[in-house]
């Protein structure tokens, strides 16, 4: 009775982490290089009630509910969109933008809408550098004509006319992108689940190449979402009504013996 | 009487325990892969009934039987049922469906389990695991892909680019024989070390078809278990309130037979 009543309260549990997931995701549809978290449900481990008759039947056997075993970020490319702003870069292919976080670390991003500092560094909106092949790209302010090649080399036209290079934008390849930690402001910290990074030149193996003047959009589907968050929601209220009808047969149980 | 206040019990445990099953089924309506269970329940062997201090015209001890007496019930095991459940479309190249009577093999530090899960991804190595981060075996070996082309055919065939690494092992229930629930989507097989025939999706002759880019929902209907919730809250009442009119007749007997009126 008990095992019935924690059960279901597993399992409303983990659709409300579900339904969080998808408000996240939700929230996030407009949010560039956004890539969206799947709940994955799990079942919990299976208590044998009663043993195994010799080699007959596996017994009673019973289950004891749900948990929500990882949000897995889906790294579906998101689709591109163009924009006017010479800096705005999208990756098409399985790399990561690598960024000089202001404390030193490195941290990694498939949001591409960048900006220059004061001092001409290509940056993003937090003020992390994008790194190139060597260290941050500097663009000096008299330069026009700033031209993103896609395999990361930065080009620009300098006062005199002359067509300089500002430096060649690298990109990092995980194994498994999924394990990396959002960190927030679009940006990942690199994890063990993720394996190290692997520093690439655009072009080169699956990292994929750099599209200018395009940002990659969120690869939130609404349609998805909102049957996802009718899914979990539903299923939140059928473990409310186990919950409810386990408390009855309790009270049954509990009145057995009247007067 | 006291008989019938045992076997009144035994039904209310029942209900209890089916409760429980029910309540799994229903928390795991989401669960990729997963497959409901049903509760079989059977009775405790039936006592016969003779008839004792009876005799007949002639005085002579009659014991014919008057018939049988059940004494109550019993779950004895709980079946997984293996139907079919829907396929949702993820897109996902390495998310794999499994239609019919199949399961993944996958090596886990206990040894080889089955699985319905299909939900895969591949781990800081490479290697291509389960949601639970157990490998995934083709060909008997886990699979290794580094640089991030990995792809699996609706034949079960795992390639690096076009090079091919093996093809998925595919167990059928029928040649794992008796398989029972571990729990973590995972399932195990009385004898678990014997190497089980698996079937690869050319030779299933229709057993089971592999879909890529899909998961398998589970199979649990909300409205099935509902109705099973129903069923078994009612069958408790029922013998709650059977339990409590024994009770009250044996009140009666006890405290009302005898009492001089007065």
């Known amino acids: 009775m008990i095992r019935a009543l924690q059960t279901a309260a597993s399992s409303m549990l983990a659709n409300q982490q579900a339904i969080e997931t998808t408000a996240n995701n939700l929230s996030n549809v407009n949010t560039t290089g956004f890539k969206k978290g799947r709940a994955e449900f799990q ?57 000089q976080q202001p404390d030193g670390t490195v941290a990694y991003t498939r949001d591409g809408a960048f900006s220059v500092d004061a001092q001409g560094r290509l940056a993003t909106a937090s003020g992390g550098l994008v790194l190139g ?39 990092a390849l995980f194994t498994n992108p999924a394990g990396l930690t959002p960190v927030g402001h679009n940006l990942h910290a690199a994890s063990t689940g993720a394996s190290r990074p692997q520093v ?48 009855e047969m309790m009270s049954m149980a509990n009145n057995l013996r009247r007067g | 009487m006291l008989r019938g206040i045992y076997t009144s019990a035994s039904g209310m445990l029942v209900e209890q325990k089916r409760m429980d099953v029910t309540a799994n089924n229903l928390a795991n309506v989401n669960t990729t892969g997963f497959k409901k269970e049903t509760a079989i329940s059977g009775s405790f ?81 490479g290697t291509l695991v389960t949601a639970e981060g157990h490998a995934v075996l083709a060909g008997g070996r886990p699979i290794t892909v580094r640089d991030g082309s990995l792809t699996i055919s609706n034949t079960g065939e795992v390639r690096n680019g076009d090079r091919l690494l093996g093809r998925l092992d595919i167990a059928t229930s029928q040649a794992l024989g008796s398989l029972r629930k571990e729990g973590h989507g995972l399932w195990t097989r009385a004898g678990a070390d014997d190497a089980p025939l698996l079937i690869t999706p050319a030779e299933a002759n229709g057993q089971y078809q592999l879909r890529v880019g899909f998961l398998e929902a589970s199979n649990v209907e909300s409205v099935t278990e509902m109705v099973e919730m129903i069923t078994i809250m ?11 009119v024994q009770d009250e007749t044996l009140q009666k007997a006890a405290n009302d037979i005898g009492r001089v009126s007065g």
């Not at chain 2, 002639?58 to 019930?73: E, F």
């Not at chain 2, 139907?83 to 190249?93: R, V, W």
């Not at chain 2, 009612?234 to 409590?244: G, K, V």
């Open chain 1, 43 to 99: 079942e919990l481990l299976y208590a044998q009630v009663q043993p195994a008759a010799e080699g007959k039947t596996p017994g009673l056997v019973i289950g004891q509910g749900v948990r929500l075993n990882q949000i897995h970020r889906i790294q579906d490319a998101g689709m591109l969109q163009p924009s006017e702003n010479p800096y705005d870069l999208a990756i098409q292919g399985l790399g990561f933008f690598r960024i």
């Open chain 2, 45 to 125: 062997q039936e006592l016969l009934v003779r008839r004792v201090n009876d005799k007949d015209a002639a005085g002579n001890p009659q014991t014919a039987s008057v018939g049988t007496l059940g004494l109550g019930t019993f779950l004895v095991q709980n079946a997984a049922r293996l139907s079919a459940a829907s396929l949702k479309e993820t897109g996902n190249p390495l998310d794999v469906a499994i239609t019919g009577d199949g399961f993944f093999t996958v090596q886990t530090p206990q040894g080889i389990r089955y699985t319905r899960q299909g939900n895969f991804t591949q781990d800081a190595n």
């Open chain 1, 133 to 171: 092949q060597s260290g941050p790209i500097v663009i000096p302010a008299d330069a026009t004509n700033v031209s993103i090649k896609p395999d990361g080399f930065v080009e620009y036209q300098s006062a005199e006319g002359k067509t300089l290079v500002a430096g060649q934008i690298t990109l």
């Open chain 2, 234 to 244: 009612r069958s408790y009442e029922a013998n709650q309130r059977t339990l409590q």
């Open chain 1, 200 to 247: 690439l030149t655009p072009g080169s193996q699956a990292a994929g190449k750099i599209v200018q003047k395009h940002l990659e959009a969120s690869n939130v589907q609404t349609m998805e979402e909102m049957v996802n968050l009718m899914a979990a929601q539903r299923a939140y209220e059928l473990n409310a009504k186990v919950i409810h009808s386990t408390d």
